[in-house]
């Protein structure tokens, strides 16, 4: 059935801004309330606000799940008789989705977010060893009475007040997990209510920095994320949307394929080693702004179809001097890539978790790795020396022991979370294990 989701922009003294309306990450705190809500399920946003600015009025509009309602006695009468869950995130709040999402996944309504160890300033006392992060699930019914009563009170404050009362189960902070499987790394918990300038640049460069993958290749980890925390810090603010980035990236990923094949292999090779910066500014800004789109998930295919695209190019353009090798090498290179990409896609569907973030062994192999951007890395110095056709090999040399190693530990992976979900798997290892093969522990996962 799903929940609804309740904001308000929050209330402002004369003259001055309402705190939802400040600016974090290129885009109102509200909005991204707004964009975080549905995003983690839902069904409608109902908006508690007397009025809003015209542009951000205009951009909210555009979704038919989201409904304003201009007072707390307005929203009072539209909860009549509603069943659903409500989730109420305090106004002005910048909170981590993973927060949002464990509170309505998690928890039955009534149910509080709370801090039960130190807390961020901001946040709201609850009892003597809690303070209320921002975040509850509340009974429609609850809401309905809380505002068609409210009065003069403020009515974010007292829904809180009413759920304690109402013995409001908590979800402590502290306890969820920050291991992020899609940056591949740990990532410490978003949590601010920023009053200021100063307080929404330092919740923007938190943002910045929570958007970065973990367990990279090399390029990726050291040469990379300047460039690309540059470019989002220049791009949140404008009309630039992630999907523009990527077709952008597109756009010079093909022209590179262009310049391999008909010769112009240093020029290509310049685009190829820009391309790979731009291809992690589309999903940076995408998380610093929250905003994803049906299409994001499509920039991997295109990931794909450039570097294939590179390396057939370059055998178009090597294939004049070296003929028939030069196409085997191409097709060994994307053979080998492919195979690599499969395995870890299974192992991913199969664990919930990416085969390059499995272990220790793994994260550090990932580094040095063969991928796009090591591969053209490693050709540079090949490029720059004029010997195009020993790159190309060296590029297949890499891509086989990639391979080749990937497949060792897929195979260890597997055998290793097998065994540890299930009891079947552990016999079947145990009883057909060789003699002449060390024992492996049966407790081990």
Same mark, same amino acid.
């Given at each position: 059935?799903?929940? #609804? ?34 995003? /983690? ?9 007397? /009025? ?136 410490? @918990? #978003? ?18 920095? /929570? ?24 791009? @949140? ?28 292999? @240093? ?148 055998? /290793? ?29």
């Amino acid at each position: 059935m799903g929940f #609804i989701a309740l904001l308000m922009a929050g209330e402002s003294l004369p003259g001055e801004q309402p705190s939802g309306l400040g600016q974090v990450g290129g885009i109102s705190l509200l909005e991204r309330q707004v964009r975080m809500a549905l995003k /983690a399920g839902a069904k409608a946003v109902w908006l508690v606000a007397p /009025a809003l600015p015209s542009d951000l009025a205009a951009r909210l509009s555009d979704d038919p799940r989201l409904w304003r309602v201009p007072t707390a006695e307005a929203l009072g009468e539209r909860l009549a008789g509603e069943t659903r869950s409500v989730l109420h995130l305090a106004p002005g709040l910048l909170i981590d989705e993973r927060l949002v999402s464990h509170l309505v996944t998690d928890r039955a309504a009534p149910a509080l977010l709370a801090f039960g160890g130190a807390a961020p300033a901001g946040a709201e006392r609850l009892d003597s060893e809690t303070h209320w992060a921002g975040a509850a699930l509340l009974p429609a019914a609850l809401v309905a009475e809380v505002a068609a009563d409210l009065g003069d009170w403020e009515l974010s404050g007292t829904l809180v007040r009413a759920a304690v009362e109402a013995g409001a189960g908590r979800l402590i902070v502290e306890e969820i997990p920050t291991y992020a499987p899609a940056r591949r790394r740990d990532a410490p @918990m #978003i949590w601010a209510r920023p009053q200021d300038e100063a307080g929404r640049a330092k919740a923007t460069e938190s943002l910045i920095a /929570a958007a970065q993958k973990g367990c990279l290749d090399w390029p990726a980890r050291f040469i990379h994320p300047p460039v690309e925390n540059a470019l989002v810090r220049l791009l @949140m603010n404008t009309p630039v949307s992630p999907n523009m980035v990527t077709l952008f990236t597109g756009v010079l990923g093909f022209a590179a394929i262009w310049l391999f094949a008909v010769g112009q292999p @240093m020029w290509a090779l310049a685009l190829v080693l820009i391309v790979g910066p731009l291809d992690g500014v589309d999903g940076k800004l995408a998380r610093v702004r929250h905003q994803f789109s049906r299409w994001g998930d499509l920039e991997h295919v295109l990931d794909k179809v450039l570097e294939y695209g590179w390396f057939l190019a370059l055998a178009v353009w090597l294939s004049k001097s070296h003929g028939l090798a030069a196409w085997l090498a191409a097709g060994g290179i994307i053979i080998f890539a492919l195979a690599e990409a499969a395995s870890g896609e299974f192992f991913r569907r199969f664990s919930g978790r990416q085969l390059d973030d499995w272990g220790p062994f793994e994260r550090r192999f990932r580094l040095i790795g063969g991928r796009r951007n090591t591969f053209f890395w490693t050709l540079l110095p090949f490029g720059l020396a004029g010997a195009w056709w020993p790159g190309f090999l060296m590029i297949l040399a890499y891509a086989a022991i990639t391979f080749a190693v990937t497949q060792w530990r897929f195979c260890h992976a597997i055998g /290793a979370y097998g065994r540890s979900v299930s009891e079947e798997v552990r016999r079947n290892f145990a009883g057909t294990a060789y003699d002449f093969l060390p024992k492996a522990d049966p407790e081990a996962s």
